[in-house]
């Protein structure tokens, strides 16, 4: 029995492999598809593209050679101790209005000063400074590339207008004060002259005086500088690396623009001299009343004036305005590291940053203006006599002394933009 089932097991496996040849012989055979073929983006070609972005001033040093303060303060020096003198020391008596003057002799004459040396502060301008801005730019590029592998060699021009240049501003102020002052006796032996013309009465000539001049003033100065250029260009070759639609380039080649530094300023300066005393006190004639007395007398300085007066003020003011130019073409170099992604098969989006140097431009600015003295006196004493309450005024023409101001033109510029490939 078993046999016999083991038997029809083995034909029904036989006919089942039979039927299953033939039946997979009737199906259709399936062909593997082809491989996928992978398109990578070449950037050769031309292209063209626009830009904006911003701008950024180096730290290129401004130079400035020269003290316009070289024309205030009436000589007071520094950081010094004050004027030499502000005073006049008596040297003698002065025997006006009499005969056999000073018949005893020389004058006797003894000086007290008082003197205040005084002080000068000042913030000139900087011998160096920096002033670094920012400006907005818009431009436009064109070029070509050229790909080997992932390696892409290119060169390629482009022009950056800028936005205006607010320019640098320097200031230099400084003040001033110092008194001076003395007190001085002096004593001499005059004579009235009599009817026949001699010596009838000798009489001492007895004169003091306490005199004090404050001198005080200040100055404020300032330099416009511009020199930021209003356009650069450059002309560059570039060498990159290319992942497929993204580009990584650096660059360098020369840049170009107009080298124009303008200077302006002004300074304005403030001197006054108070002069106060009183001076010519004698000793009335008592051996004749009635008749002129002797005088000798004590003298002063306010400002730059010798006078004989009780009081004196004097004000002198200086006003120079300067300017200057320098123009012409700079060139130097460019360089710079930037980025771009094709959006399509013929437009990208690009990125870059780029630093420019252009060297030193520098130019010698000039000062013209005027200088006033106004002095006003009063309480006239003694000799020279003056009118109470004149005023004198005179205006010279002044010419500032030159201020030499350089600067290096550099800038850091960071744009992004749209290049059409063609």
Known sequence: MMRIFKGAFLATAAVVGVASTALAADLPYKVAPPPVLVTVYNWSGFYGGVYGGSSFTGN??????????SVAYNGLALNGTGQVSNTIIPGGVNCALLVNCNIGGPAATSITPN??????????FPASTTSPQMRGLFGAELGARAQFDHFVLGIGADFTWFTKDKGTNVTALGSFYNSNGFTANSQAVGCIVGALGTCNTAQFLNTSGSVITVNSGGYAANLAIQSNPDWVGTVRGSVGYAFDRLLLTASGGL???????????TYNDRFTS?????????TANANSPGTQPGQSFVGYQCGAAAVNLSSVSQLTTTSINYSGSHGGMLMGFAGGFGTAYALTDHISLTFESMYYNLGTVSTTVTGAGTQTTTTVASGTVGLPVASPGSVVTTTAALAGPPILVSRVIDGYVFRGGVQLRF
């Not at 003197?115 to 000139?124: E, F, H, K, T």
């Not at 840049?255 to 300023?265: I, R, T």
């Open 274 to 282: 108070a002069c106060s005393g009183v001076t010519n006190v004698y």
């Open 255 to 265: 840049a170009y623009a107009p080298g124009s530094l303008k200077v302006s300023g």
């Open 60 to 69: 290129g040093a401004i130079g400035i050679t020269g003290d316009p303060t």
């Open 115 to 124: 003197a205040n040396p005084g002080y000068r502060m000042d913030s000139l």
